[in-house]
């Protein structure tokens, strides 16, 4: 799969962050892009705080200090383990997506880095690849 994320200016002449993905069906977005994009209207510096809190949570479940983290946004949720991290909407419960933990980490690692960076310098797609996500219809 790959996850592909950048600035833009094209709506409101503002820079905003994007991000996109090809899951393993083409016509299906990943959740993880909508996960990391779903701001609840706050805009990208809300993104930057809680994306700061989520990674320092992943430090803490690497070296066994919790057990487990759970991010919610406005639509979408992540449920974080060391095993693996369940993404889903708030609102369906008919489908989720499932990544490694380091998939996940790697991800949002990324995403953050590219948020606190210089948005005008920041002119081309980001673009990660990482193993198939799972769709998996809730049980």
Known sequence: MKIYLWWDDEIYGNFEPYASSLNTVPEDECYIACLLTDD???????TIRESAEVLDALAKISD???QSYFWSRE????DISAQEVKISSQFCDDFF????????SEVLKVWYD???TDKAS???KLILEINP?????AS
Do not use: K, N
């Open 133 to 137: 996500v799972m769709r998996r219809a």
């Open 114 to 116: 590219m948020l606190v």
């Open 75 to 78: 639509t979408f949720v992540a």
């Open 64 to 66: 066994g200090r919790i």
């Open 40 to 46: 609840g209207g706050l805009g990208y510096q809300a």
């Open 122 to 124: 920041t002119s081309s």
């Open 97 to 104: 997506d499932v990544m490694t933990f380091d998939e996940f």
